[in-house]
């Protein structure tokens, strides 16, 4: 995500689900990212990706990790919107999303869109079920999630690195791709 705000608070979600996060600024970054951990063998589970983004939009970027041989495996990726509904789902209609979570989001919903995206069918639970506050107790296979969020603000990144879990910190792309030795 492009928006430190909106960065802080998804991770901040993420991370109270006891799920490991990594943020970034930029859909570039983030395919940077993407390929770093599949080649160092820690592949991300699910990418949450904003849509409208500078330079590279998240519908642009989903079709550039679709056709990267090397994260084309990424399969589990949930777009973010701020925006129409239903004009995201038009213009990403030639490609593969798993689910779509609308802005503002809170814990339920980031919650929501992360099981749904993993298992189609926990979408029949009940409102009741819900509501309940487990998502601070996710399954054994969503504690074990490394997820990917993408964020270009300085603070966030900050704040980020100093979060009890590896990840790299940078605030584009280009150093990324030096810190990583490409």
């Given at each position: ?39 160092s ?5 699910i ?32 777009m ?48 009741r ?19 990917l ?34």
């Amino acid at each position: 995500d492009d928006n430190a705000a909106a960065r802080e608070i998804m991770a901040s979600i993420i991370e109270s689900m006891q799920m490991e996060c990594t943020a970034v600024e930029s859909g570039m970054s983030g395919i940077y990212e993407l390929e770093h951990a599949q080649i160092s063998g820690h592949p991300y589970s699910i990418v949450i990706m904003d849509w409208h983004m500078p330079t590279l939009n998240g519908i642009d970027t989903v079709r550039l990790i679709r056709t990267n041989p090397v994260i084309s495996d990424t399969l589990t990726i949930v777009m973010v919107t701020a925006y129409s509904r239903e004009d995201l789902l038009e213009q990403a209609k030639d490609i593969e999303l798993s689910g779509l979570l609308e802005k503002p989001v809170s814990p339920s919903t980031v919650c929501e869109a992360i099981l749904h995206a993993y298992h189609k069918d926990l979408a029949d639970l009940t409102k009741r079920e819900q509501r309940l506050p487990s998502y601070r107790q996710p399954s054994a296979h969503l504690k074990r999630a490394h997820i990917l969020l993408v964020e270009d603000n300085a603070l966030n990144r900050e704040l980020n690195a100093e979060n009890k879990y590896p990840r790299i910190i940078t605030d584009n792309a280009i150093t990324t791709i030096t810190q990583l030795g490409w």
